[in-house]
C-alpha cells in the first residue's frame, strides 16, 4: 500500500481567460506600455518622443494661469458619502478659500470630492486626467483639465504647480504619487513644501515604517518636518499658512492676458 500524499492544488489554467488576454493587449497597446517593454523601432521611438512632448505642452498651455495650487491626492474608488469622501470635499474647500487652485487627478473618487469641494467653495479647480481601461473618467467639477497619455507627464505636472500636497487615503497610486513628491524634496528638487497626510488610523502603519527608517539611519530625520500626520482640517490649514503662503511669500496678482492662440486657457 502506498504512503499517503497530500492532495495539491490544482495547476494553473494554461490558457489566460479573456480578461488577462485583454488587460495584457492593453498594456502592451498603451503609451506607457510600449514605452517601458523595451527598445522600438526609430520611427516607434520618434513617435514616442513627439507624444510626450504633446502630452507637456497641452498641460503647460493649459495651467499657465492657474496660480499656486494644492495637489490632492487619494482613492479613485471612494464613492459619494464615504466619510473620506466627505471629508476630502470639506478640506478641499477650506484650502480654495484661502486662495489656492485645487489641483487633482481630474478622476472620480478622492479626486472628485477635492475638486467639487473647491468648486462649491468659489475656488478653481483643475485636473489631469490619465487614459485608463477602467476607474478614471473626467469629474464634472473641473474648471480646466487635460488628458495624459503617460503616467509620468502626469505626474510631473501635477507637483509643478503645487506649493503643497494633501494625501487622503489611497492605494498604489497615491502611494506613488506621495513618495515621487516626497523623493523631489528630500533630494532638493522640489522645494521643502508641505506633505500633509489625513487620516491618522490609515496612515500610520505606513509612517511606523518611515520612522523606522529614521530610526535606522536610511532617511534624514529633518526629512519628516515635510510630513504632517493629523484628522484635524483646522491643523491642515495653519500648515499651509505657515509652511505655504508665509514661507513662499503668496499673494494675490494680476495675471497677464492670456493668448488663446497659444493654446491658453483663462480659468472660470
Given at each position: ?73 487619494g482613492s479613485a474608488r471612494i464613492k459619494e458619502g464615504h466619510p473620506w469622501y466627505e471629508k476630502t470635499r470639506e478640506v478641499a474647500g477650506e484650502i480654495a478659500r484661502l486662495g489656492f487652485t485645487v489641483m487633482t487627478g ?163
Amino acid at each position: 500500500m502506498e504512503p499517503h500524499s497530500p492532495s495539491l492544488p490544482p495547476p494553473p489554467p494554461t490558457h489566460p481567460n479573456a480578461r488577462e488576454i485583454a488587460d495584457e493587449k492593453f498594456i502592451l497597446a498603451s503609451p506607457d506600455g510600449r514605452f517601458i517593454a523595451g527598445p522600438n523601432s526609430r520611427w516607434e521611438e520618434f513617435k514616442t518622443l513627439w507624444y510626450i512632448f504633446l502630452d507637456f505642452f497641452r498641460g503647460l498651455r493649459t495651467f499657465h494661469f492657474v496660480g499656486p495650487c494644492v495637489t490632492v491626492f487619494g482613492s479613485a474608488r471612494i464613492k459619494e458619502g464615504h466619510p473620506w469622501y466627505e471629508k476630502t470635499r470639506e478640506v478641499a474647500g477650506e484650502i480654495a478659500r484661502l486662495g489656492f487652485t485645487v489641483m487633482t487627478g481630474g478622476g472620480p473618487g478622492i479626486m472628485e470630492a477635492a475638486n467639487r469641494g473647491a468648486k462649491e467653495a468659489g475656488g478653481h479647480t483643475v485636473g489631469i486626467n490619465i487614459i485608463l481601461p477602467f476607474e478614471q473618467e473626467v469629474n464634472p467639477y473641473l474648471d480646466a483639465s487635460v488628458n495624459m497619455r503617460y503616467f509620468f507627464t502626469r505626474k510631473t505636472l501635477m507637483i509643478k504647480y503645487s506649493y503643497a500636497f494633501v494625501v487622503m487615503p489611497g492605494g498604489l497610486g497615491t502611494m506613488d504619487e506621495m513618495f515621487e513628491a516626497l523623493t523631489l524634496i528630500q533630494t532638493r528638487k522640489l522645494h521643502f513644501f508641505p506633505v500633509i497626510l489625513i487620516g491618522v488610523d490609515y496612515w500610520m502603519p505606513m509612517m511606523s515604517a518611515i520612522l523606522r527608517m529614521r530610526d535606522e539611519g536610511l532617511i534624514n530625520p529633518r526629512d519628516l518636518e515635510m510630513l504632517t500626520l493629523t484628522d484635524s482640517i483646522p491643523e491642515v490649514i495653519t500648515v499651509l499658512k505657515e509652511k505655504a503662503i508665509v514661507e513662499f511669500n503668496l499673494r494675490k496678482v494680476t495675471l497677464p492676458t492670456y493668448q488663446p492662440l497659444l493654446g491658453e486657457k483663462q480659468l472660470k
